[in-house]
């Protein structure tokens, strides 16, 4: 109050400024009492206190003890008369470490009681108060002290021990990933980094740097995403350090982040480059837990890229060589379980090329793993993952579903880049349930908040699918300037899979545009052309092009599924222009090429339009 930090007003107390922006610092009114008090204390007491300031806000008298040298006995009573007259000092109970010892616990009546007597205490002394205090405690836990080792690599870093505080840091941060506190494991390995620092440079500190790199890119990844520039120069430096040493076992996984960072990116060439990199490594090992690991790498590739077979034949072979036992611990080294994970590109790429029944068994195989595995990023992910998939299947409800309890994980969790595509599928299903507004705003806010965590891949039907959105609004203009956007960024990137789906809504698009004009194919019409900028033929004409295109581009990957799509979308067009025979002839041949998923809303189009044509 007196610093102005807080503030009453007339219906509550109000902060002024940011929380970031806060420091702890004592007021002087309380300072003076503080030191007035201290006046009062015998030179033993003050010397416990500044122990006690030391060892935290709540410590066990042998951890004082420790750091004055002196006799847990007395540095209890020492305490205890304090806490008798109501000086700075509590009881809290009774501390036992696991080496049998066991002492009074006592805790400061106040934060900056114990703030300001830590302040009082010379840097030199303070340093080695640090140093004694971690040296007991560690020597009482013993074998076990990594479950206090985030307090040990305080005591060290501060009492200047740098490398036992790495080696602190560095077990306090797998305690947090195993808890999936991503965030607190990214500051404790920073914090190790930093420190490794002001070691010598010998091959031993080179070694040390590459784990602690290593381990850093997959809680980087899951609290800032896959494509942040952080991951990005984690794993680079990763690599420097792979090349001054050799070529260590952690090249593979430094490969793998580095193929992480690339794909998400849509830096498709250089990721196709990687994954075939971790294939050759991976073959040469003879190792089939990397093989398991370059087969999911490449397969996913090759599938953003629209080699479809290619990329089923990869991702299945993956799958079988997954061994649940063996390979759950693969999370904090990989990001993600690739058991979960090639089960649901697989399910994507099923659905593709036409296998709408298998691609569904393959969800939930991957649901029912994930709840199995019961890890928060793994569930995070194959939730968004199965909305993706009742996407494709132009179930709304099913894919609101999926994404709102992906969504509830990740914001519980801070899973930054999962919740933004959770947010773009909840706001496609709003749409098309019948909620345009509502739907539009959230898969813009997503696709913001994508792009801004550094992900370009699968932004073409991330445009693709607000465009729909916005011609089932009535504004199909702008959904063909996002279409046209998608086409140059797929060309740009290589990102083909969705390519006919944009060929095919932009003829949808092209439509509603000029449903004003006439139906005449004859007839040449004036408009502005959203792509491209030119004046063009009658719409009908465009829009028969555009359902050509796409055709081509499905048959060209084998993606049977857009390929049914874009022919019902040229055999209503046909329809309508009174060509029903030949509408008739192409639908009834790709409809009879499927042989399971009729009760998929495409396949039942396509019936009742056969039945009609007929």
């Known amino acids: 109050m007196a610093q102005g930090v807080i503030r009453q007003t007339e219906a509550h107390w109000a902060l002024q400024g940011a929380v970031s922006d806060l420091a702890m610092t004592v007021p002087e009114s309380i300072r003076q009492m503080i030191e007035q008090q201290s006046d009062q204390l015998s ?164 070694q040390h740097e590459l784990r602690l790199h290593l381990t850093l890119g997959a809680p980087l990844m899951a609290s800032q995403g896959w494509a942040a520039p952080e991951v990005g120069a984690s794993y680079a430096q990763a690599r420097v350090l792979c090349q001054q040493v050799g070529e260590p076992p952690e090249l593979f996984p430094v490969l793998y982040g580095l193929w992480v960072f690339h794909y998400t990116r849509a830096e498709l060439q250089k990721a196709q480059e990687l994954a075939e990199q971790l294939l050759a490594l991976a073959q040469s090992s003879q190792d089939a837990v990397l093989r398991m690991e370059a087969h999911h790498t490449l397969g996913n590739t090759l599938h953003r890229l629209g080699a479809l077979t290619a990329a089923r034949a990869h991702l299945e072979q993956g799958i079988t060589l997954y061994d649940p036992q063996q390979h759950s611990g693969h999370t904090a080294l990989y990001g993600l379980d690739d ?56 179930e709304g409800p099913l894919t609101q579903e999926q994404a709102e309890a992906g969504m509830a994980l990740c914001t519980a969790q801070g899973f930054t880049q999962l919740l933004a595509v959770g947010t773009i599928l909840r706001g496609w299903a709003l749409a098309v349930q019948g909620e345009g507004a509502a739907g539009l705003a959230q898969m813009r806010q997503g696709m913001a908040a994508c792009r801004g965590t550094g992900a370009e ?77 030119r004046r063009c033929s009658n719409p009908h004409v465009e829009a028969e092009e555009c359902f050509r295109q796409a055709i081509a581009s499905a048959r060209c990957q084998g993606a049977k599924s857009l390929e049914l799509r874009a022919v019902l979308s040229l055999s209503r067009l046909w329809q309508s222009q009174g060509q029903k025979e030949e509408a008739r002839q192409l639908l009834a041949e790709i409809y009879g090429w499927f042989t399971e998923g009729f009760d998929t809303a495409d396949l039942q189009e396509a019936k009742a339009l056969l039945a009609e044509l007929a």
């Open 457 to 533: 891949i699968t932004r073409p039907r991330y445009l693709a699918m607000l465009a729909e959105a916005y011609g089932n609004a009535g504004q199909a203009t702008e959904g063909l300037a996002l279409l046209a956007e998608a086409l140059t960024v797929a060309q740009s990137t290589g990102e083909r899979f969705y390519e006919a789906e944009c060929y095919r809504l932009k003829g949808e698009l092209v439509l509603k545009a000029n449903i004003q004009y006439p139906k005449s194919t004859g007839d040449m019409l004036r408009r502005p052309d959203s792509s491209r900028g």
């Open 43 to 206: 030179l033993a007491e003050q010397q416990v206190l500044e122990a006690a300031s030391v060892a935290g806000i709540e410590f066990s008298a042998a951890a004082a003890a420790a750091g004055i040298e002196a006799e847990v006995g007395s540095v209890e009573e020492w305490c205890e008369g304090l806490a008798r007259r109501h000086l700075f000092l509590r009881s809290t109970g009774v501390s036992e470490w696991p080496d049998a010892t066991v002492a009074a616990r006592y805790g400061f009546l106040h934060a900056l009681q114990q703030q300001m007597w830590y302040e009082r205490v010379p840097a030199g002394r303070r340093s080695t108060l640090h140093r004694r205090i971690g040296e007991r405690e560690a020597q009482a836990y013993g074998e076990r002290a990594g479950e206090i080792a985030a307090e040990l690599a305080v005591h060290f870093e501060r009492g200047r021990d740098y490398r036992r505080a790495v080696s602190y840091l560095e077990q306090a941060a797998q305690n947090a990933t195993q808890r999936c506190a991503y965030r607190e494991t990214v500051s404790h390995l920073s914090k190790g980094l930093a420190l490794l620092k002001t070691l010598p440079d010998t091959p031993e500190r080179i």
């Open 339 to 394: 058991g979960v994970a090639g089960l649901g590109y697989t399910a994507l790429v099923l659905w593709n090329l036409g296998y709408p029944d298998q691609a569904l068994q393959r969800t939930h195989e991957m649901l029912t793993l994930a709840r199995e595995l019961a890890h928060p990023l793994i569930l995070a992910w194959a939730l968004t993952s199965a909305a993706w998939h009742y996407q494709f299947r132009r």
